[in-house]
């Protein structure tokens, strides 16, 4: 059902190539334990590039909305994704090198002949969630009046949508 994006992340990042897809939610096996709804996409952009120095980078670029449980009063958020990675490939690397980035946020990923695209995605969107999910004060029930928390769980998009809004 989900297709599969595979590419050889070296090769994509020296000739400068360019992705773009809709990733459904449902697809993203990890993400789902986060989410109170999987209905729904993400846009993602991947570009290749080389950095001044050189370096093969990956920019991975994820917008969206997801739909996450605020840990307060435990009712639907919106959550946007704005999602903006530079990611250096280096070869042989593991998450733990301590390597030197200079100035620029960078995280650096192996380079891979076979590269799971929507993989990489679903990385980038869990590494950008709050580990602890919360409406601003002034929107969460929580703090509010009983009264209203009811109302709001009897109308959950009426509330979204007034996040939406703000
Ligand atoms: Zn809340």
């Given at each position: 059902m989900s297709e599969q994006a595979v590419i050889d992340n070296l090769d994509f990042a020296r000739n400068g190539r360019v992705m773009r897809g809709e990733a459904q939610l449902a697809g993203f096996a990890r993400l789902q334990d986060l989410l109170?709804?999987?209905?729904g996409v993400v846009n993602y952009t991947l570009s290749g590039d080389i950095g001044a120095k050189g370096e093969p980078l990956l920019i991975c670029v994820v917008e969206g909305e997801l739909l996450l449980q605020?840990?307060?009063?435990?009712e639907a958020m919106v959550f946007p994704l704005h999602i903006e990675s530079r990611l250096r490939l280096v070869q042989?690397?593991?998450?733990?090198d301590d390597l030197d980035h200079g100035d620029e946020e960078e995280d650096s990923i192996p380079v891979s002949a076979e590269m799971d695209v929507l993989e990489l995605v679903e990385d980038e969107i869990l590494l950008s969630l709050p580990i602890s999910p919360l409406h601003p004060p002034e929107l969460?029930?929580?703090?509010?009046?009983q009264g209203a928390a009811d109302e709001k769980r009897n109308n959950p998009f009426g509330a979204l949508a007034a996040l939406k809004v703000k």
């Open positions: 109170i709804s999987d209905r605020c840990q307060r009063c435990l042989g690397a593991t998450q733990f969460c029930s929580g703090k509010r009046a």
